[in-house]
């Protein structure tokens, strides 16, 4: 199976910008989650998608928001960029059946906002 | 409030020494533990779960409910053991909504 992609690798976005991310689930996952990665405070919870519903959310502000298409991708948007918001951006893919599903990870993308 | 600690952000050890890293954590009712593990230029990647009670390159890990920890041991480190290592819990509470300690960098010094 291939794994969980994310697009694209690496962005550079300047303050007051916004960037959308992409996810790809691997084949059959049907949740996505988001984390924002940094090395000071680790992996933060930003979203879980299921089914195009979004299931559990982290506590982070409005200008994260996320969606997920019929086909199980999911994109993740930030507006109005802070100079916070440089982190690396993982999603994770599991089945979201009932239990506790393994999650499985992509690479990420690297968000640098200047 | 469901929560992970990981008390130590960096950890260093020699080479054939025992290694042990700290997970503690607070949860209302019985949570799944997980150790996932990010080793330099790779993807985060599930080490092991309590659940299963495997032993992973060598990695144990036992699930303390009384101390509500779950430590990760391996007898006798290796220099590829060197990477991030971060503890996770989720659960019914939580919605099986995984939360992540902040991570433990792991060095074995040759």
């Known amino acids: 199976k291939a794994g969980v992609t994310q697009t694209p690798r690496y962005l550079i976005k300047t303050r007051g910008q916004q960037v959308t991310l992409s996810c790809s689930p691997i084949?059959?996952?049907?949740?996505v989650s988001w984390y924002q990665q940094t090395p000071g405070q680790g992996l933060q919870f930003l979203f879980e998608?299921?089914?195009?519903?979004?299931?559990n959310k982290g506590n982070f502000p409005g200008r994260f928001s996320g969606r997920q298409f019929s086909n199980s991708r999911s994109e993740m948007n930030v507006s109005t960029l802070e100079l916070g918001d440089s982190a690396l951006y993982l999603c994770?893919?599991?089945?979201?059946?009932?239990?506790?599903?393994?999650?499985?990870f992509g690479p990420g993308t690297r968000l640098t906002v200047l | 409030a469901q929560r992970v600690t990981q008390p130590e952000k960096l950890l260093s050890v020699f080479k054939g020494a025992p290694v042990e890293l700290k997970c503690n954590y607070s949860?209302?009712?019985?949570?799944?533990l997980f150790w996932y593990v990010q080793y330099s230029r790779q993807r985060l990647q599930l080490l092991l779960r309590?659940?299963s009670r495997e032993s992973i390159k060598g990695f144990t890990a036992d699930l303390n409910k009384g101390e509500t920890s779950f430590h990760l041991k391996k007898p006798f480190a290796q220099e590829e053991d060197s990477a991030m290592y971060y503890c996770?819990?989720?659960?019914?509470?939580?919605?099986?909504?995984?939360?992540f300690g902040t991570g433990t960098s792991l060095t074995v010094i040759p």
């Open positions: 084949s059959g996952h049907r949740s």
């Open positions: 994770a893919s599991s089945s979201g059946l009932a239990g506790v599903s393994e999650q499985f």
């Open positions: 949860y209302s009712g019985s949570p799944e």
């Open positions: 309590h659940i």
């Open positions: 996770a819990l989720s659960g019914p509470n939580t919605g099986n909504q995984f939360y």
């Open positions: 998608y299921f089914s195009e519903t979004q299931r």
